[in-house]
């Protein structure tokens, strides 16, 4: 009871600091609803892309969905992410944490129960997978910086793994203003490091591995989604790979074709219980969270995923996006955004024994554990300007509404295994067999369970 008591604490001290620091992103619900703005300045790298495909497919026949994607979305020069600040009503989708503070802020919290409750390690590493503009972070390091007090002297350090120049470049002014440097040479790990504007050391990678070893926090909000998938569909004589071909009948033109023979993909990444009759696996993702699981059994610390994805149930869910309307997967390839539902089952599955998982769970209940509405109320007690109040109510009721962003938005987390044991502490020095005495309950994991924060 009194470690609960400590996590709520640890959220009234956000929920109700004096003054509330308010921050409105510019953004409003009508533009998210309708989902729908102007692209016409962005650049169309589509036909440059288009070609660089077509004479991949001439040279080496079809190629795999995720060969497809991985080119469209993060070719060094003419990629989708490496090209574009793609994020926010001029772009071609909105996420949550551009939609409203009290998002980061929450997941700021999360981050400081995790570490308390692991003990207090006395250096914590906050490390994010693909930032976009930075403000998750950004609103996270604010709550760091708000509760200094609790973190306890503890030396904090950020950690941005993104594959993006542009991205990167933008997520640097967001976070440290022009405190950040560029590595000397292209290829350093390291590719950009600097001082948060909290006074934090953070650094830029394009790989986990590169990122150093200790007690971290991971976290990947719409990252995982943007991996890489494979595609299958069952026939009569098996499982058979999708691949992306060149149409025959419009020769500037792409389709999907189901290739007649097995490929090492299909003979190797279907469950042999498999149900469904199409399937979609990101092989990219399990290795991912496989490096991750066996990170956190090793160094200690937790990771929090958090996208649109199914417990292993959906079947096609490859999807375009273009100025916030649904787009054509194979149009214009470059020009918009690609993406499929990540399959929470398949990534449970490659963590393995190896750390405990809880979720998914709806966006929706692990904002509500977390104690959104509370966090508005607080805000909106300070606020007095009417359209700022209706956009922090609409933000926040984007984020959790069922039939906006709260369902199909889920979180699933992984844990170090004595994160949710109980420590044995045992009297030593004595000559018999120590007596095991049980320490204090384990902290309940923020969001995927009710904290009582209201
Ligand atoms: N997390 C942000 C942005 C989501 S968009 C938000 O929720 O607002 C996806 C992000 O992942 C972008 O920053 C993109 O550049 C990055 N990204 C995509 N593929 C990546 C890869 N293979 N490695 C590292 N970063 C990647």
């Not at 440290?176 to 909290?198: F, I, L, N």
């Amino acid at each position: 009871m009194r470690t609960v008591r400590a996590l709520q604490r640890l959220s009234r001290d956000l929920v109700c600091p004096c003054p509330p620091l308010l921050f409105v992103r510019s953004w409003s619900v009508a533009q998210s609803q309708s989902c729908s703005s102007s692209s016409a300045e962005k650049p169309m790298p589509g036909n440059s892309m288009l070609r660089h495909l077509t004479s991949k497919i001439k040279a080496t026949g079809p190629i795999s969905v995720a060969e497809y994607m991985r080119e469209v979305l993060t070719n060094p020069v003419m990629g989708y992410y490496v090209q574009n600040d793609m994020l926010g009503p001029d772009g071609d989708f909105i996420t949550s944490p551009e939609i409203s503070q009290i998002f980061g802020e929450l997941l700021g919290i999360w981050c400081l129960s995790e570490w308390m409750g692991a003990g207090k390690p006395s250096r914590f590493q906050l490390v994010e997978f693909g930032p976009g503009r930075g403000s998750l972070a950004n609103d996270i390091l604010r709550v760091f910086s708000q509760l200094r007090g609790a973190l306890g002297g503890a030396a904090v350090s950020v950690h941005l793994v993104e594959v993006s120049p542009k991205l990167s470049q933008i997520q640097a002014q967001c976070l440290t203003g022009d405190q950040s440097q560029v590595s000397a040479s292209e290829d350093e790990p390291v590719y950009r490091q600097g001082t948060t504007t909290t006074g934090l050391p953070i650094s830029w990678y394009r790989n986990l591995d590169d990122v150093p070893r200790g007690f971290s926090i991971y976290l990947a909000h719409e990252f995982f989604d943007a991996l890489p998938i494979h595609k299958f569909q069952g026939t009569e004589k098996g499982w058979r790979e999708v691949m992306v071909d060149i149409d025959p009948d419009e020769p500037g033109k792409l389709r999907l074709v189901i290739v007649p023979a097995p490929t090492l993909a299909s003979t190797q990444l279907i469950q042999a219980d498999e149900k469904r009759r199409h399937v979609e696996v990101c092989p990219e993702g399990g290795v991912i969270v496989q490096r991750l699981a066996n990170r956190i059994a090793k160094d200690g610390g937790a990771a929090l995923i958090a996208d649109y994805g199914h417990d292993g149930t959906k079947t096609d869910t490859f999807r375009g996006f273009k100025s916030h309307e649904l787009h054509d997967v194979l149009a214009s390839p470059g020009s918009a955004d690609l993406t499929a539902d990540v399959d929470y089952s398949y990534l449970r599955r490659m963590a393995g024994a190896t750390v405990a998982c809880m979720g998914p769970i709806s966006q929706k209940d692990f904002l509500k554990n977390m104690g959104i509405d509370t966090r508005l109320q607080v805000l909106l007690r300070n606020c007095a300007d009417p359209s700022t109040r209706a956009q922090l109510i609409q933000g926040c009721d984007m984020l959790t509404n069922p039939l906006k962003m709260g369902e199909r938005f889920q979180f699933f987390t992984m844990l170090n295994h004595s994160r949710l044991t109980r420590p044995e502490q045992s009297k030593r020095g004595k000559k018999m067999a120590p007596v095991p005495k049980m320490g204090p309950a384990p902290l309940p994991v923020a969001g995927f369970s009710e904290l009582g924060l209201s």
